[in-house]
């Protein structure tokens, strides 16, 4: 039996994904993968995933944005060695590389004239098959670290931007999650027993902190270290945000603390709203064109299609099983359940 297997390579994390030949989702994967510490990070992860798989031929379809970490001279370099690394690690001959606009590359027609198209891609693999699935509407992929937001128009992609530093102009790339990003990343303040008061420039909480306080963090997505480097409980989340105002935490205080992680919550929902927004104004999307939530935080995507009166839909609802064994869904992994169905025009 043959398989696809989609591979999207990030700084924190590597997830997989595999189809089989009907186009089916068997299972879905996220393992740790910090790889500014190494390219051992990478082979780690890999293996890892690599070891649940049953034994089968296997089409890998490979994606990235690990390329931007500083464990690389450039993104050109990244890109080299992470296909380099990929090559290592799956059977030669069985690989493709997403490329973006160029689409997917058999891995020997692949060189360096290539490397622009195929850094941070990812993106557009996902909004692709949702806008080959649903013709039109507003594709959001709020991940552990970056937010995408992508207008679909005609069963096309309507990107103004390619390249991340055009996708941060353009605002269809926001540099926010909801798992990695810094809370001092998201607000500057926050109200506290009835007074606005300045957040510390300190990396002492993430906003894993602020949705596990909030009760909306899915604890298979949160697979980094805490601020402190303490455990992920309600209680040590809690305390990590005291800290942002120079506080000390006391668990009869709980209520103080939820607030203020509500609080927090609703300076990044705004911020991502704003961009959707801005997005919204460049097209006349028909009435009818929903929002697409994909990706670790698109319980956000849902409440943002509900405050602007859109209908939502989730990339999981593209596919008949949408849940793998692993508990995770195949919108927690999006670009890697998009390149392996690609890979396969499974779409």
């Given at each position: ?72 001279e ?86 103004a ?40 420039a300190e ?41 942002m ?40 999307l ?27 839909v989730?990339?999981s ?18 670009p ?12």
């Amino acid at each position: 039996m043959q398989f696809n297997i989609g591979w999207d390579i990030g700084g924190a994390h590597v997830k997989a994904a595999a189809v089989n030949e009907a186009g089916d989702i068997i299972d879905v994967f996220q393992q740790a993968c910090p790889l500014w510490k190494g390219l051992e990070q990478l082979h780690q992860a890999v293996g890892a995933i690599l070891s649940q798989l049953p034994e089968a031929s296997y089409l890998h379809a490979v994606t990235m944005t690990g390329e931007l970490v500083d464990l690389f001279e450039s993104r050109d370099d990244g890109v080299r060695q992470i296909i380099k690394a990929m090559k290592e690690l799956l059977p030669e001959g069985k690989i493709r590389i997403f490329a973006g606009k160029e689409g997917m590359l058999d891995l020997q027609a692949v060189d360096d004239r290539h490397y622009e198209a195929i850094a941070s891609a990812n993106w557009l693999a996902s909004a692709a098959f949702a806008a080959r699935k649903l013709e039109s509407g507003l594709f959001v992929d709020i991940g552990s670290t970056t937010t995408d937001i992508l207008l679909l128009q005609y069963g096309q992609v309507q990107a103004a931007g390619y390249t991340d530093y055009q996708r941060l102009i353009s605002g269809e790339l926001v540099y926010t999650g909801i798992v990695r990003t810094a809370v001092m990343a998201v607000a500057q303040t926050a109200f506290d027993k009835g007074h606005e008061v300045g957040l510390m420039a300190e990396y002492f909480a993430t906003m894993a902190d602020v949705y596990r306080v909030t009760g909306e963090l899915n604890e298979l997505h949160d697979q980094t270290e805490t601020a402190d480097g303490g455990e992920k409980t309600v209680m040590a989340s809690a305390r990590r945000l005291s800290r942002m105002i120079g506080c000390d935490f006391n668990a009869d205080e709980m209520p103080r603390w939820q607030q203020f992680a509500r609080h927090v919550r609703s300076q990044q929902l705004q911020k991502i709203q704003q961009s959707c927004e801005r997005q919204l104004s460049r097209h006349d999307l028909a009435q009818s064109s929903p929002f697409i939530g994909a990706g670790v935080g698109r319980f956000l995507v849902r409440q943002i299609a509900l405050n602007l009166g859109c209908s939502y839909v989730d990339f999981s609802d593209l596919f008949q099983i949408s849940t793998a064994r692993t508990g995770l869904s195949t919108a927690d992994c999006a670009p890697a359940v998009a390149v392996a169905c690609l890979a396969g025009e499974f779409c």
